[in-house]
């Protein structure tokens, strides 16, 4: 199967990083999600019933995201990827997420993630 659903630079502000300055305040990131699905029943039925709800995945990561409170950017979307494994019928989930600013020399850094429902 290689029908896929994604969503691409999704900003979310969130509590995280390990250093003191960065507990103080939430701090943007930009994040890609990919799930992986099958499209046969929403194909033929025409019906966001048998789809994924883009928005909903969408306002599925915000709520996620306010209410988070990690250090690494790792355990941040290992609980992410677990959160929308639960919600979602996604077979696999690839997450990219960017943290923009984080070191000066950089335009961003992040880190990407490929699970696949246990």
């Known amino acids: 199967m290689n029908d896929c659903i994604?969503?691409?630079?999704?900003?979310?502000d969130t509590l995280i990083g390990v250093l003191p300055h960065e507990r103080v305040?939430?701090?943007?990131?930009?994040i890609d999600i990919e799930l992986a699905t099958d499209?046969?029943?929403?194909?033929a039925s025409d019906k966001v019933s048998d789809a994924i709800n883009y928005a909903a995945v969408a306002d599925h990561i915000a709520a996620f995201a306010d209410q988070a409170e990690?250090?690494?950017l790792e355990a941040f979307?290992?609980?992410?990827?677990?959160?929308?494994?639960?919600?979602?019928?996604a077979t696999t989930i690839t997450l990219t997420i960017k943290k923009p600013g984080?070191?000066?020399?950089?335009?961003e850094l992040?880190?990407?993630l490929q699970r696949q429902r246990p």
């Open 102 to 107: 984080a070191i000066a020399a950089t335009r």
């Open 39 to 43: 499209f046969s029943a929403a194909a």
């Open 25 to 30: 305040r939430k701090q943007r990131l930009i």
């Open 110 to 112: 992040g880190i990407r």
């Open 6 to 12: 994604f969503i691409e630079q999704l900003h979310i």
């Open 77 to 89: 979307a290992s609980a992410l990827i677990n959160s929308v494994f639960a919600a979602y019928p």
């Open 70 to 72: 990690f250090g690494l």
